[in-house]
């Protein structure tokens, strides 16, 4: 896309994307639109980097616990499999790591390891709920 397309996967390139995304973000929260954005943020710092961008309380992170294997099989572009071949370096989840939250307002457990996958309408369902119960719908 054309926000981020001059950036990679090396953990500058991923701090720099996720920075782009939260000021565009918060240009639209400085305006009173909820926005809702979903991007792979590996690094806890970035994350805690964009949440300082809003007033207190007005960032609700959402974390989606998705097993490795989960993405690999959902993985339209091949990157995983280009990741394990070697031929893309600084990957998340195969050669560099993925920080976890501390503190996420909602956490989504997606599967368990070889579990059944949870229906999307519930996982939505889940952050609807939070949103509703905090008054921001």
Request: some cysteine.
């Amino acid at each position: 896309h054309g926000l981020c397309k001059n950036l990679g996967f090396s953990a500058e390139d991923r701090e720099e994307n996720i920075r782009r995304i939260g000021e565009v973000s918060k240009l639209y929260a400085d305006t009173g639109v909820i926005t809702l954005v979903s991007f792979i943020s590996p690094y806890r710092g970035d994350r805690d980097a964009v949440r300082a961008l809003m007033p207190e309380g007005d960032f609700v992170e959402v974390y989606m616990k998705i097993p490795l294997s989960v993405c690999e099989d959902r993985d339209p572009k091949g990157l995983y499999k280009a990741a394990r071949a070697g031929k893309i370096k600084g990957f998340t989840g195969i050669d560099d790591p993925y920080e976890e939250p501390l503190t996420p307002e909602i956490q989504i457990q997606v599967a368990e390891e070889g579990g059944d996958l949870a229906p999307p309408a519930e996982m939505a369902q889940t952050v609807i709920e939070y949103l509703e119960k905090k008054g921001y719908l």
